[in-house]
T-cell receptor
Framework: AQSVTQPDIHITVSEGASLELRCNYS??????LFWYVQSPGQGLQLLLK??????LVQGIKGFEAEFKRSQSSFNLRKPSVHWSDAAEYFC????????????FGAGTRLAVHP | GAVVSQHPSWVICKSGTSVKIECRSL??????MFWYRQFPKQSLMLMAT?????????EQGVEKDKFLINHASLTLSTLTVTSAHPEDSSFYIC?????????FGPGTRLLVL
């Protein structure tokens, strides 16, 4: 069955520190992978996506993610975190069904210390 | 990507009343929209897939008579929570499917008293 695992429920980093959020997926074929960010009380904003090609993808707000097929992972990274990055981050896999449904991970809540 | 709006952004209603939430695709003609429900500090749960001009496809366990979905045009889908009860209080988010990517609205917070 298709699934997405985000092992870290809550992460706290200092402003200016580097960040890596983990995401592992289970899917039978080459997946479509997404990272979304949600600020409190808001909808989800697409950070980046991977469909094919270069396994290192760049997104908005200075984020990047690397697809590693051998590890079934799609970890999100940022070299220097800003206080405004504090939010909930969701990894998702596209099911490639007729309606392209998404399966979401449980989310990782990021707190940023000044 | 597609720009999506929702209305209202929040609503408070009495138990037993019905509430309609609108989801609009502002710059893209969407044949497919999705409705999600999100409980506090939890992930998104897909409720149904809304298809323009046809019946919505509901996920297992979602009561179709409770959560009525209408997708009458390529820019508008509505979710009506019928006979709302306090347990229906939640954050409802819609999204628009643009090829393989979904773009989300800002969400609607529903509180049923």
């Amino acid at each position: 069955a298709q699934s997405v695992t985000q092992p870290d429920i809550h992460i706290t980093v200092s402003e200016g520190a580097s960040l890596e959020l983990r995401c592992n997926y289970s899917y039978g074929a080459t997946p479509y992978l997404f990272w979304y960010v949600q600020s409190p009380g808001q909808g989800l904003q697409l950070l980046l996506k991977y469909f094919s090609g270069d396994t290192l993808v760049q997104g908005i707000k200075g984020f990047e993610a690397e697809f590693k097929r051998s590890q079934s992972s799609f970890n999100l990274r940022k070299p220097s975190v800003h206080w405004s990055d504090a939010a909930e981050y969701f990894c998702a896999v596209g099911t490639l069904s007729g309606y392209n449904k998404l399966i979401f991970g449980a989310g990782t809540r990021l707190a940023v210390h000044p | 990507g597609a720009v999506v709006s929702q209305h209202p952004s929040w609503v408070i209603c009495k138990s037993g009343t019905s509430v309609k939430i609108e989801c609009r695709s502002l710059d893209f003609q969407a044949t497919t929209m999705f409705w999600y429900r999100q409980f506090p500090k939890q992930s998104l749960m897909l409720m149904a897939t809304s298809n323009e001009g046809s019946k919505a496809t509901y996920e297992q366990g979602v009561e179709k008579d409770k959560f009525l979905i209408n997708h009458a045009s390529l820019t508008l889908s509505t979710l009506t929570v019928t006979s709302a009860h306090p347990e229906d209080s939640s954050f409802y988010i819609c999204s628009v499917g643009q090829q393989e990517t979904q773009y989300f609205g800002p969400g609607t917070r529903l509180l049923v008293l």
